[in-house]
Nanobody, 125 residues
Framework: DVQLVESGGGAVQVGKSLRLSCAASGFSIDDGAIGWFRQAPGKEREFVGAISGTNGNTYYTYSVKGGFSISRDNRVNTLYLQMDSLKPEDTGHYFC??????????????????WGEGPQVPESS
């Protein structure tokens, strides 16, 4: 029974920080890859970043480099997305996604079999 349970969503405040968590169960996150996608209103879902389960290498889309950081805690089978220096365009629905097989293109959403529900990160009022 594979599950990805996301938590930590909240209101975006420009220049501030948020952290999202993705707790995986039913499989180990140290195989394949696990990462984050997001979808803003009216926009296509896009790749944010991912970490390789086999070697620990991280990959990010250009727009979040320097502000977002992906990490994992294998002891509790959990993935994290630390979002610093938030911008209005960082609002949207964030999805945790995972694959248990090695893939060459981690940014392609079709390569991910398991998906979380996508917590919303709204802009602050």
């Amino acid at each position: 029974d594979v599950q990805l349970v996301e938590s930590g969503g909240g209101a975006v405040q420009v220049g501030k920080s948020l952290r999202l968590s993705c707790a995986a169960s039913g499989f180990s996150i140290d195989d394949g890859a696990i990462g984050w996608f997001r979808q803003a209103p009216g926009k296509e879902r896009e790749f944010v970043g991912a970490i390789s389960g086999t070697n620990g290498n991280t990959y990010y889309t250009y727009s979040v480099k320097g502000g977002f950081s992906i990490s994992r805690d294998n002891r509790v089978n959990t993935l994290y997305l630390q979002m610093d220096s938030l911008k209005p365009e960082d609002t949207g629905h964030y999805f945790c996604a995972a694959t248990r097989v090695v893939v060459r293109q981690l940014a392609h959403q079709e390569n991910y079999l398991y998906w979380g529900e996508g917590p919303q990160v709204p802009e602050s009022s």
